[in-house]
């Protein structure tokens, strides 16, 4: 890693520690839910909120997953700086990367959107022998996987998908899931997110 890289990755993770801090104690609040609230609702630990809320941590993508989903917004919206326009243009350095692979893979948030539908687009890059599991999402949630290049294993309910280039998957991502990419070269990907409206209280599910 190049120091300008670093310093890049260290500056992005510090804008969105403080946009996370900033949007989950609003959204905790103008709800008036305790911390303890929110850490039953999200199954997002109490202390784990208090530093994210405090912006001194960069929680995972699966912790960012469960606190959007328990105020009923996507993860863009955890990330806003200010409310969006009607119409934006988001540059491509100002798109997080909230996912770091353990050889050099990315996920990147696109864009996020909230109204009409709550909707997440985003660029993902595994390189070969790069693995993610996710728990499951909000019931009814949708995701669409798109391979521009390589290929990717999604396991999904005990079973494994081989999605090819040029292939889509589509799959409801209320249960829990992963992904692998096999090799022998990186898998380029777009994923969409689809969610229904609403809050999700773990408790009841």
């Given amino acids: 890693m190049t120091g300008n890289t670093g310093r890049r990755r260290s500056s992005e993770a510090e804008a969105v520690a403080a946009a996370v801090a900033f949007h989950v104690k609003h959204l905790r609040q103008g709800r008036g839910w305790s911390l303890e609230e929110l850490a039953q609702r999200s199954a ?4 784990m909120i208090v530093q994210i809320e405090g912006g001194r941590t960069n929680p995972s993508i699966g912790t960012l997953c469960r606190l959007a989903e328990s ?6 919206r955890l990330l806003e700086a200010e409310p969006p326009p ?24 696109l864009v996020g959107v909230n109204d009409p539908a709550f909707v997440e687009f985003w660029d993902w890059r595994m390189e070969p022998g790069e693995t993610h599991s996710s728990a499951e999402h909000t019931p009814g949630t949708r995701e669409l996987w798109h391979v521009r290049s390589g290929r990717l294993i999604v396991s999904y309910e ?48």
């Fill in 44 to 47: 997002v630990s109490k202390g």
């Fill in 71 to 76: 105020f009923g917004v996507n993860v863009g």
């Fill in 86 to 109: 009607s119409v934006r243009i988001i540059d491509a350095d100002a798109q997080p990367t909230l996912w770091h692979g353990d050889l050099g893979g990315a996920g990147r948030l």
């Fill in 158 to 205: 005990g079973t494994e998908y081989a999605v090819e280039a040029g292939q889509t998957l589509d799959f409801r991502s209320d249960r829990p899931h992963g992904y692998r990419n096999p090799g022998p070269e990186p898998a380029e990907t777009f994923m969409v997110i689809v969610m229904p409206p609403g809050e999700w209280d773990r408790r009841r599910s």
